[in-house]
C-alpha cells in the first residue's frame, strides 16, 4: 500500500476525534478548522517518524497540541482556551478512554455520550442543551431559565462531570 | 464546595464531586475574554476533565457527514499538491537539476581518475558548517553520560534536542543534576533568554542567555550549553582540534558517509578531548557526534549526539512557555 494511500485510512479514522480535541481549546470553530488541516498536514511531512508500532491517535493529537500551544501564544489568550502540557494531557487522557468505548467508528463511540445525554436531568440537562444544541451563550440562558449567570455556569459544569461519570461507568471495568 | 439536591434526578449520572469554588473560575469556555494565565496544578484534572467533555459536545452538535468529507477531501487535495510541487521542477530547479548533473559528471571523472579517494577533513567539516547554518530547525537525540575514576557511571541522560542556529535550542527529556532528579524537564534558549521548566511547574527560572552560565550553575552544571548549538561546535573543531578522514562508512539509513576523527591540540579552549563525526557525503551534513571530556578528579563525560532530521517550524517554539 503507497504512504499516501495508508495515510488516507489514518486519516479517516481519526480525523473526528483530533477535531474534538481541537473544540476543546478553541473557542472559533474555523480556527479549529485551519488547525486541524495544519495537524494532518504537518503528521503528512513527519510521517516516517510514527512508530507503527504505537497507536496513531495519541501521536496526531500530540502534533495538535504543538500547534495549539504555539497558537495560544502567537494569538494570544482570548482565542485560545488556557493550555498547558499538564491540560492537554488531561484531554488527551480523556480521548484515550473514550476509543475504548463500544463502536468501530467515532460516531459510533459518540452513542454513548448521546445515551448518556438522554438520561441528564433537570437544569444541567436544559443548560447543556440550550448551550451546546442552540448555541445559546450563558447570559441568554440565563434569561430563558430566568436564574442567574453564575448559577448557568454550574449547571453547565455540573452537567458535564455528570456526563464524564456517565461515560465512565460504560467503559471497560465501569462500575454502573 | 457545592452540593445540589437536583444532582439526584440524574439517573445513573453520579453526582459530580464537589469542586473548590476558586476552580469554577478556571473554566474559560463559558465566557468571553482572555483566559487566565495560570492555573493552579491541582485543578487542572478537572479543567482537563471539563475541557474534554466541552470539545466532545461541541463534536456531537456540528457532526455533518458532507463537511467531513469536505475537510478530508480539502486536506488530502493538499497533500497531492504538495507532492505535485516537489515533483515538477521550477526553471529554477531545472538549473539546479543541469548544475548537479555537472556536478556528478565532474565527480565520476574524478571517480576514475582518483579511485577511493576520501574528502578531506576540512572540506568535509566546512560543507557540515554550511549545512548547519541553514534556516531550519534540526532534531537530534542527545545521550551524556558522566563517569567517576573507576568508570562507573554516575548519571546518565537522554533527550530530545532541537536547535537552530542563533543560540536557540530546545531540550525535552529525562535530566537529573547532581543529586536532583526532575524527571520531565524542558530547557530552551530564544537567543535571548534561557529557560528551565520541570514538569512538575517548580523551581523554573529564566534568565538573559548572557547569564546563562549562572542558572547552569545553579543545576550542578552538568549540562554544558556549549554542546547544544550544534552549528557553533562544529564551526569550532578546525580552529582547535586535528581532524583526519579516517574511512567511508554507511551512516543514517546506509547513506554513505564519511568519519572524521578529531583529536584537540595542545593549546586548544574547547574542552572535549577528543571527538568523531559522521558526515552524509551527499548532502554534507553531520548526522552523528561521538566526543569524550576529561573532568578534573579522573572524571570523564561521554557525549552522542545522533542527527534524526529536519524539524517543522510549525512545531518549534523557543520561547518560556509561561
Same mark, same amino acid.
Given at each position: 500500500?503507497?504512504?499516501?494511500?495508508?495515510?488516507?485510512?489514518?486519516?479517516?479514522?481519526?480525523?473526528?476525534?483530533?477535531?474534538?480535541?481541537?473544540?476543546?481549546?478553541?473557542?472559533?470553530?474555523?480556527?479549529?478548522?485551519?488547525?486541524?488541516?495544519?495537524?494532518?498536514?504537518?503528521?503528512?511531512?513527519?510521517?516516517?517518524?510514527?512508530?507503527?508500532?504505537?497507536?496513531?491517535?495519541?501521536?496526531?493529537?500530540?502534533?495538535?497540541?504543538?500547534?495549539?500551544?504555539? %497558537?495560544?501564544?502567537?494569538?494570544?489568550?482570548?482565542?485560545?482556551?488556557?493550555?498547558?502540557?499538564?491540560?492537554?494531557?488531561?484531554?488527551?487522557?480523556?480521548?484515550?478512554?473514550?476509543?475504548?468505548?463500544?463502536?468501530?467508528?467515532?460516531?459510533?463511540?459518540?452513542?454513548?455520550?448521546?445515551?448518556?445525554?438522554?438520561?441528564?436531568?433537570?437544569?444541567?440537562?436544559?443548560?447543556?442543551?440550550? %448551550?451546546?444544541?442552540? *448555541?445559546?451563550?450563558?447570559?441568554?440562558?440565563?434569561?430563558?431559565?430566568?436564574?442567574?449567570?453564575?448559577?448557568?455556569?454550574?449547571?453547565?459544569?455540573?452537567?458535564?462531570?455528570?456526563?464524564?461519570?456517565?461515560?465512565?461507568?460504560?467503559?471497560?471495568?465501569?462500575?454502573? | 464546595?457545592?452540593?445540589?439536591?437536583?444532582?439526584?434526578?440524574?439517573?445513573?449520572?453520579?453526582?459530580?464531586?464537589?469542586?473548590?469554588?476558586?476552580?469554577?473560575?478556571?473554566?474559560?469556555?463559558?465566557?468571553?475574554?482572555?483566559?487566565? &494565565?495560570?492555573?493552579?496544578?491541582? &485543578?487542572?484534572?478537572?479543567?482537563?476533565?471539563?475541557?474534554?467533555? %466541552?470539545?466532545?459536545?461541541?463534536?456531537?452538535?456540528?457532526?455533518?457527514?458532507?463537511?467531513?468529507?469536505?475537510?478530508?477531501?480539502?486536506?488530502?487535495?493538499?497533500?497531492?499538491?504538495?507532492?505535485?510541487?516537489?515533483?515538477?521542477?521550477?526553471?529554477?530547479?531545472?538549473?539546479?537539476?543541469?548544475?548537479?548533473?555537472?556536478?556528478?559528471?565532474?565527480?565520476?571523472?574524478?571517480?576514475?581518475?582518483?579511485?577511493?579517494?576520501?574528502?578531506?577533513?576540512?572540506?568535509?567539516?566546512?560543507?557540515?558548517?554550511?549545512?548547519?547554518?541553514?534556516?531550519?530547525?534540526?532534531?537530534f537525540r542527545v545521550q551524556l553520560v &558522566?563517569?567517576?575514576?573507576?568508570?562507573?557511571?554516575?548519571?546518565r541522560h537522554e533527550?530530545?534536542?532541537?536547535?537552530?542556529?542563533?543560540?536557540?535550542?530546545?531540550?525535552?527529556?529525562?535530566?537529573?543534576?547532581?543529586?536532583?532528579?526532575?524527571?520531565?524537564?524542558?530547557?530552551?534558549?530564544?537567543?535571548?533568554?534561557?529557560?528551565?521548566?520541570?514538569?512538575?511547574?517548580?523551581?523554573?527560572?529564566?534568565?538573559?542567555?548572557?547569564?546563562?552560565?549562572?542558572?547552569?550553575? *545553579?543545576?550542578?552544571?552538568?549540562?554544558?550549553?556549549?554542546y547544544?548549538?550544534?552549528?557553533?561546535?562544529?564551526?569550532?573543531?578546525?580552529?582547535?582540534?586535528?581532524?583526519?578522514?579516517?574511512?567511508?562508512?554507511?551512516?543514517?539509513?546506509?547513506?554513505?558517509?564519511?568519519?572524521?576523527?578529531?583529536?584537540?591540540?595542545?593549546?586548544?579552549?574547547?574542552?572535549?578531548?577528543?571527538a568523531w563525526?559522521?558526515?552524509?557525503?551527499?548532502?554534507?551534513?553531520?548526522?552523528r557526534i561521538e566526543a569524550d571530556?576529561?573532568?578534573?578528579?579522573?572524571?570523564?563525560?561521554h557525549l552522542s549526539l545522533e542527527?534524526?532530521?529536519?524539524?517543522?517550524?510549525?512545531?518549534?517554539?523557543?520561547?518560556?512557555?509561561?
Open positions: 500500500m503507497e504512504p499516501r494511500d495508508l495515510f488516507e485510512i489514518l486519516v479517516r479514522d481519526h480525523i473526528d476525534s483530533v477535531r474534538a480535541f481541537l473544540l476543546a481549546s478553541l473557542r472559533d470553530s474555523v480556527a479549529a478548522e485551519d488547525v486541524l488541516q495544519e495537524t494532518f498536514l504537518v503528521a503528512w511531512r513527519i510521517l516516517d517518524r510514527y512508530d507503527r508500532q504505537l497507536p496513531f491517535g495519541p501521536w496526531v493529537r500530540g502534533i495538535a497540541g504543538k500547534l495549539l500551544l504555539n %497558537h495560544r501564544r502567537k494569538l494570544g489568550r482570548s482565542r485560545v482556551h488556557f493550555c498547558d502540557d499538564q491540560v492537554l494531557g488531561q484531554i488527551d487522557e480523556g480521548f484515550r478512554k473514550f476509543i475504548q468505548l463500544k463502536g468501530d467508528t467515532f460516531d459510533e463511540k459518540l452513542d454513548a455520550l448521546r445515551d448518556c445525554l438522554g438520561k441528564l436531568k433537570g437544569p444541567q440537562r436544559e443548560a447543556i442543551r440550550l %448551550h451546546y444544541e442552540h *448555541g445559546l451563550h450563558c447570559k441568554e440562558i440565563a434569561d430563558r431559565l430566568n436564574i442567574g449567570f453564575e448559577a448557568v455556569k454550574k449547571h453547565l459544569q455540573r452537567g458535564r462531570s455528570m456526563l464524564q461519570r456517565c461515560l465512565e461507568t460504560k467503559m471497560p471495568g465501569g462500575v454502573a | 464546595m457545592n452540593e445540589h439536591p437536583e444532582d439526584a434526578q440524574n439517573g445513573d449520572s453520579k453526582p459530580p464531586q464537589a469542586v473548590p469554588e476558586a476552580w469554577r473560575e478556571f473554566d474559560d469556555t463559558l465566557a468571553d475574554g482572555p483566559s487566565p &494565565a495560570q492555573v493552579p496544578d491541582e &485543578a487542572k484534572v478537572w479543567l482537563g476533565e471539563q475541557r474534554f467533555l %466541552h470539545g466532545m459536545l461541541r463534536a456531537l452538535h456540528t457532526a455533518d457527514a458532507a463537511a467531513r468529507e469536505g475537510r478530508i477531501a480539502t486536506l488530502l487535495e493538499r497533500i497531492d499538491a504538495e507532492g505535485d510541487a516537489a515533483a515538477v521542477p521550477s526553471p529554477r530547479r531545472h538549473w539546479g537539476l543541469v548544475s548537479l548533473a555537472a556536478l556528478l559528471l565532474a565527480t565520476l571523472t574524478l571517480w576514475f581518475v582518483m579511485p577511493d579517494r576520501l574528502p578531506t577533513a576540512d572540506a568535509a567539516v566546512s560543507r557540515a558548517v554550511a549545512e548547519l547554518s541553514r534556516d531550519v530547525h534540526r532534531r &558522566a563517569k567517576d575514576p573507576t568508570g562507573k557511571t554516575q548519571m533527550f530530545a534536542l532541537v536547535t537552530h542556529p542563533g543560540m536557540r535550542f530546545r531540550i525535552d527529556g529525562k535530566l537529573g543534576f547532581g543529586g536532583m532528579q526532575f524527571g520531565e524537564l524542558r530547557i530552551g534558549c530564544d537567543g535571548t533568554e534561557l529557560w528551565v521548566l520541570p514538569a512538575n511547574g517548580m523551581f523554573r527560572r529564566a534568565v538573559p542567555v548572557a547569564e546563562r552560565e549562572r542558572l547552569m550553575s *545553579g543545576f550542578g552544571e552538568v549540562l554544558d550549553l556549549g547544544l548549538d550544534v552549528h557553533d561546535l562544529v564551526q569550532r573543531f578546525p580552529d582547535d582540534y586535528d581532524l583526519r578522514v579516517v574511512a567511508r562508512e554507511a551512516g543514517r539509513d546506509g547513506r554513505p558517509s564519511v568519519r572524521v576523527e578529531a583529536v584537540r591540540r595542545a593549546l586548544a579552549k574547547m574542552p572535549l578531548k577528543s563525526l559522521l558526515c552524509d557525503e551527499a548532502t554534507g551534513m553531520v548526522t571530556q576529561e573532568l578534573r578528579g579522573g572524571y570523564s563525560r542527527y534524526l532530521g529536519e524539524e517543522s517550524p510549525a512545531l518549534v517554539d523557543y520561547r518560556r512557555p509561561w
